[in-house]
């Protein structure tokens, strides 16, 4: 079984940082892609951020030059440096990750979430 539980999120005032954490725990070999989305209030779930095959990092226009995501393979962590914040950067926020639980074996799997709140 694999657990994504992620970290980090809180209050913050605009113009702050937030760094968040998610690792992931369990039968873990080694991590495919990973990425970071949001869900504010009435909205659909969005990517924010991702690293694909080949190490390949892709980013929502919106978050572009203020955040960063970046992960440690060697403790199963993906993390995303949130700078700048705007009250619009207020969501859930979730992990996604292709945990990989054998060579060949994998499971797409989400963490449970962490608030960011961006005061004004």
């Not at 937030?18 to 990425?35: D, E, I, M, Q, Y």
């Not at 203020?66 to 700078?83: E, G, H, P």
């Amino acid at each position: 079984q694999v657990q994504l539980v992620e970290s980090g999120g809180g209050v913050v005032q605009a113009g702050g940082s937030l760094r968040l954490s998610c690792a992931a725990s369990g039968s873990v070999f080694s991590l495919g892609p990973t990425g970071w989305y949001r869900q504010a209030p009435g909205k659909q779930r969005e990517l924010v951020a991702r690293i694909i095959s080949g190490g390949t990092i892709n980013y929502a226009d919106s978050v572009k030059g203020r955040f960063t995501i970046s992960r440690d393979n060697a403790k199963n962590t993906v993390y995303l440096q949130m700078n700048s914040l705007k009250p619009e950067d207020t969501a859930v926020y979730f992990c996604n990750a292709v945990v990989y639980i054998s060579q060949y074996v994998w499971r797409d799997s989400w963490g449970q979430g962490t608030q960011v709140t961006v005061s004004s």
